[in-house]
């Protein structure tokens, strides 16, 4: 069995595979509608394998993310060969079956999952038997509920993994490991990376605004007004296609983010555009042609698959702003505001890259005096969205408390609660979805490993305490005024 994925143009193949009809293929998806991103399983001669091709193509049509769908895919794939193995298939498998599936996954395959895989796993396993219920292909899930969950996963819910930056590890971060300075902001004449002022404009971007790695990364230049006339000093940008669950929001993009885009656009983003007008002008076919942005830039008008067509730019999907480009008449711009090298937008994998070289970098610098603590792990973009609403919630309690104070109120009125609550507008900021997955922030308003350093400064055994006396410390048991011993 081989599993396809079409995205834009193109159709991705996993796997290698000697022979293969691609234009037969592409005919497959093009007969069957099958929306951008849909997986699709084929067997030896081509055929599409049911029922899961008619729920890959299902999914797509109901607008599940690509993503999403592929990680479904992958699972579905692999439940499907488990059972070929046993002589079964999707409709006769049994609980002892998918149970074995389960133990399999979690300690006998190669490589094996932890319980947080196996829940995404198990999250699959259920919605593919779901649609095969509602599809007639069977009577009811194989397996029986266990108290209150009807899911083969844990049941356990996993405490949300808050990872936020200090100040100076954010500054360490930006400048010397994305932006290729040294600790001491100094030009560091050994550097030898790729577009510096790019990597740290979006750095400064993913923390000002606490945008996902996703939505700040498919930006487009008419969403922070940089199309024409002059760079506004803000702005606020609607998210929409390219927001989790496509749950629109908006975004401000303050000052300090919108001037540290100068040097890249003034200074590296010409440079890539230029280089690469030869290249988009041979793919002109392939590529969303725009000729004229409408209504403020609020719509783009061009060819696409050789038809004129109009476009509001908040409801282009990742894929079609990928292949963007403004017909300037001096050549065609893409519309992405942060370009690879090909002038591309970058995929994930790329910003993975230049984070990954950004942590070698300041692992390097780490033993220079003027580096600050690093952590274990290497940094991830998610760390700076989790540091935007830490000091976002920090700033805006104290200004709730401070407001309290100054009026001499024993607490706050129930409108004025409800219009300046943190969390609340923590939340709406973030878009988190429930007020109970930011309320998992309180927990971080203080680091509790620097209350403990701060609580032992003196109790260490270099300074001679003993287990007891610490112990008591904690328990708050020592007499006040007691010696140390």
């Known amino acids: 069995m081989q599993l396809f994925f079409t ?35 084929l067997d030896d001669t081509m ?18 993310d690509a993503k999403t769908m592929r990680a479904y895919a992958y699972t579905a794939l692999m439940l499907f060969n488990f059972l070929a193995a046993r002589g079964r298939d999707l409709a006769s498998a049994s609980e002892a079956d998918l149970l074995e599936f389960r133990l399999w996954r979690r300690e006998q395959a190669e490589v094996t999952v932890g319980q947080a895989a196996w829940d995404r796993d198990a999250a699959a396993v259920g919605q593919l038997y779901d649609f095969l219920v509602q599809s007639s292909h069977i009577l009811g899930r194989p397996w029986r509920p266990a108290g209150r969950s009807s899911s083969l996963g844990s049941g356990v819910s996993r405490d949300l993994r808050v990872r936020h930056m200090e100040l100076e590890q954010y500054l360490f971060c930006r400048d010397v490991g994305f932006g290729g300075l040294r600790p001491d902001a100094s030009l560091d004449g050994a550097f030898r990376g790729w577009w510096p002022h790019r990597n740290r404009a979006a ?3 993913a923390l000002m605004t606490g945008m996902r790695l996703q939505e700040w990364s498919t930006l487009l230049l008419p969403e922070l007004g940089l199309t024409a006339g002059p760079k506004p000093a803000t702005v606020d940008v609607d998210l929409a296609a390219c927001a989790k669950y496509r749950r ?36 002109s076919r392939e590529l969303f042609v725009i000729q004229r942005l409408e209504a403020d830039g609020a719509r783009a008008r061009g060819v696409l698959d050789g038809c004129m067509v109009t476009r509001v730019i908040k409801e282009m999907d990742p894929e079609l702003r990928r292949i963007a480009v403004l017909e300037t008449g001096g050549g065609l711009d893409p519309l992405a505001v942060f370009l690879g090298q090909g002038g591309a937008m970058l995929s994930f994998s790329g910003w993975d890259r230049v984070r990954w070289r950004a942590w070698e970098r300041m692992q390097q610098w780490s033993s220079d005096r003027e580096a600050p603590v690093l952590p274990r792990h290497c940094w991830c973009y998610h760390d700076l969205r989790h540091t935007f609403a830490l000091r976002l919630l920090i700033y805006l309690t104290r200004e709730a408390l401070d407001d309290i104070k100054a009026r001499q109120l024993p607490m706050a009125t129930l409108l004025d609660h409800m219009v ?11 878009g988190h979805a429930h007020p109970s997955t930011t309320y998992r922030y309180i927990r971080y308003l203080k680091d509790p490993m620097r209350e403990v350093d701060e609580a032992f400064r003196n ?7 003993s287990y007891i006396a610490i112990a008591r410390h904690l328990l708050n048991l020592e007499e006040p005024g007691a010696a140390q011993r």
């Open 248 to 283: 629109p929001r908006s975004a401000y993009v303050p000052l300090g983010a919108m001037a540290l885009l100068d040097p890249y656009l003034l200074l590296e983003r010409p440079r890539i555009v230029a280089g690469v007008q030869r290249a988009l002008r041979r793919r």
């Open 203 to 205: 750095c400064e971007l």
């Open 420 to 430: 300046g609550n943190p969390l609340l507008v923590v939340q709406r900021r973030l």
């Open 7 to 41: 995205d834009q143009r193109r159709v991705w193949k996993v796997g290698t595979v000697a022979g293969l009809n691609y234009a037969e293929l592409s005919e497959l998806f093009e007969r069957r509608r099958l929306p951008r991103g849909t997986p699709v399983l």
């Open 459 to 465: 109790w260490d055994a270099a300074g001679g305490a």
């Open 47 to 64: 055929r599409p394998v049911e029922p899961l091709t008619s729920w890959f193509r299902a999914m797509g049509l109901a607008g599940r």
